[in-house]
């Protein structure tokens, strides 16, 4: 039997009708040595502006919010004409549904102005089948027979909407009974990336980027042989091109590298998706779907950390840094436990933490937009402890990014951190909170935000990761 590949192509390389034929060429091509399984991200944009016009209705807005969405629904009708979709054919038909739809929630959404996780979920998932539909379109006319397949109908997630997560098991069993008949009869599924389908049936999303674990949570099910991510770049850079300059792609990274850098901010693969894959060793490549002659990055299970026991520099921005101080909190057990239990109960995910060994102060980082409820949460909890004085304070700071300096190859090879430190403090860059797990694949530290650009530069001219990759990045 003919291997089994899974071809995901991000929203730019479908944002126009022409790019949605290049990847229909790529996927005829692959489709000559392998059977190809399709997956969709939403075109350009489109999720963005679909979120921006449900928050536009739930603010009661209803004429913008219907604005801004025929925007976008005129946007895929146009798109569809150029593919030279018939004015009244059955994909027509399916994306005026979908479009009635739409219209139908944005309304409603503006006549409660009320926005729940799950009906913004439903808006958004609609971007996925909007463009697998003109997906299907271009691949039907290159002569393949393409079906598409809605990942709400049938990827069993929990219902954590807005971050949900496959029901493991469940899921795979559903996904290899709905795609392997399609191939079996030589066909090619498209499947709407980035949904799934709630134990009662509501759609909900993955998350933001989540098309990428759409594809290799799909790999895995079926045991695919590949899967590669089709994007509009050349594949993971060593650092933030639009910052770093001399930024190199990465020809290899393990899954665990490329897990680290996708948590620090490298947006290009979602920070879940190499779970699946990783102990099947199923291989990842990362590929520019404009130029498909160059090989882009590889991710698997090898360990080739090369002249780079770093490879890569990352950053996050737009983060708060928390810490609850006191002496009092010196051999007590549980506190730890009583600051994530009370973070995890507000569903506030922590992004780094660190606590000397003086255990007087436990300090975290979260993303900005949960300061306030992180402060009121530990506030709350640690009420009792800050009036009998065994906790003095609950300190917060703005404005703070997180770094990360991260590779394989730093494991067991002493200096590496003493490099990063003399890098930043060379560049005058103080440091607010260090992290390094013991499996010493990661680096990071807090620093002020408007320090996050230099710091980057810094170290990677420090590791000299512009001489890093076969390629240089154009
Ligand atoms: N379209 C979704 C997003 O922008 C999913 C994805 O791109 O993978 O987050
Ligand atoms: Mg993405």
Request: aromatic residues 4%.
């Amino acid at each position: 039997m003919p291997p089994i590949q899974i071809h995901k192509f991000s929203g730019s390389s479908l944002e126009s009708a022409q790019r949605i034929k290049l990847a229909a060429e790529l996927v005829k091509q692959a489709q000559a040595r392998a059977r190809v399984i399709v997956v969709a991200t939403a075109m350009a944009g489109v999720t963005d502006a679909l979120d921006a016009a449900a928050n536009k209705a739930a603010q009661g807005d209803r004429v913008t919010g219907l604005d801004q969405l025929k925007v976008i629904l005129d946007k895929h009708q146009a798109e569809l004409s150029a593919l030279g979709g018939s004015e009244t054919g059955a994909t027509r038909s399916e994306i005026e549904q979908i479009s009635k739809e739409l219209t139908e929630m944005i309304g409603s959404v503006a006549l409660l102005a009320q926005l729940t996780q799950r009906t913004r979920d439903r808006i958004l998932a609609a971007g996925e089948k909007l463009s697998a539909r003109l997906l299907a379109v271009a691949l039907d006319n290159t002569g393949l027979i393409a079906y598409v397949k809605d990942s709400d109908t049938f990827l069993e997630t929990d219902d954590n909407f807005g971050e949900a997560s496959l029901l493991r098991s469940l899921a795979d069993r559903k996904i290899a009974v709905e795609l392997l008949p399609i191939l079996e009869r030589n066909a090619v599924p498209v499947v709407s990336g980035f949904c799934g389908r709630a134990p009662d049936g509501a759609t909900t999303t993955l998350g933001r980027g989540g098309a990428d674990l759409t594809a290799t949570s799909i790999a895995v099910a079926i045991e695919a042989d590949q899967v590669t991510l089709w994007t509009d770049l050349d594949g993971v850079y060593s650092a933030d091109p639009k910052v770093v300059p001399d930024a190199r792609v990465i020809d290899h990274l393990n899954y665990r590298e490329a897990a680290e850098m996708s948590y620090y901010g490298a947006k290009l693969l979602h920070p879940r998706s190499m779970i699946p894959v990783a102990p099947l060793g199923i291989p990842v490549y990362v590929r520019n779907s404009l130029e498909p002659g160059k090989s882009g990055t590889t991710v698997d299970g090898r360990f080739t950390p090369g002249e780079h026991p770093v490879k890569a520099i990352s950053a996050i921005r737009e983060h708060c840094l928390v810490s609850v101080e006191g002496k009092g909190m010196a051999g007590v057990p549980g506190i730890a436990a009583r600051v994530f239990g009370r973070l995890a109960a507000k569903r506030i995910s922590v992004t780094m933490i660190s606590q000397s060994s003086s255990e007087s102060t436990i300090c975290l980082a979260v993303p900005a937009r949960f300061i306030m409820a992180t402060e009121a949460a530990l506030k709350k909890e640690f009420q009792p402890d800050m009036s009998k004085g065994d906790i003095e304070e609950v300190v917060t700071r703005r404005n703070v990014g997180l770094v990360a300096a991260v590779g394989l190859g730093m494991a067991n090879m002493p200096g590496v951190a003493g490099r990063v430190f003399t890098a930043l403090g060379n560049n005058k860059i103080s440091i607010l909170a260090i992290a390094q797990g013991s499996s010493e694949l990661n680096i990071s530290m807090a620093i002020d935000e408007c320090q996050i650009d230099e710091a980057l530069q810094a170290l990677h001219a420090e590791f000299k990761l512009h001489l890093s990759g076969s390629k240089a990045a154009e």
